[in-house]
């Protein structure tokens, strides 16, 4: 299975973007059985957990600095994962990945995860 990672680009401080995390190939509807995350690397510093999502889309959990901006939502019958990013700042400046889990539950250890995708930039001007 592979992940596309899509809907970063440029947005001022304080605006919203949503990002989408699609899955493809032969078993992309494996994935509606995994937890899914986003992770986020900024230039300079290390990976970085965001947010995560069980299988069933029934428990979330986010980093505490995007808690209550950013939302992870999925939906199982099209293979894809959302992240919907609101009143973003500069520190929200990051390349953004999206992974799948090897299990069922979502977890904000990054080494729980088997798939990654590409990443899709995201830049918050001020």
């Known amino acids: 299975v592979q992940l596309q990672a899509s809907g970063g680009g440029l947005v001022q401080t304080g605006g919203s973007l949503r990002l989408s995390c699609a899955a493809s190939g032969r078993y992309a509807r494996t994935i509606s059985n995994n937890g899914m995350g986003w992770f986020r690397q900024s230039p300079g510093k290390e990976r970085e957990f965001v947010a995560t999502m069980d299988w069933r889309g029934s428990s979330t959990s986010y980093a505490p600095s995007v808690k209550g901006r950013f939302t992870i939502s999925r939906d199982n019958t099209n293979n894809v994962v959302y992240l919907q990013m609101n009143s973003l700042n500069v520190e929200d400046t990051a390349v953004y990945y999206c992974?799948?889990?090897?299990?069922?539950?979502?977890?904000?250890?990054?080494?729980?995860?088997?798939?990654w995708g590409q990443g899709t930039q995201v830049t918050v001007s001020s």
């Open positions: 992974a799948a889990s090897r299990y069922a539950s979502g977890s904000s250890q990054a080494d729980r995860y088997a798939t």
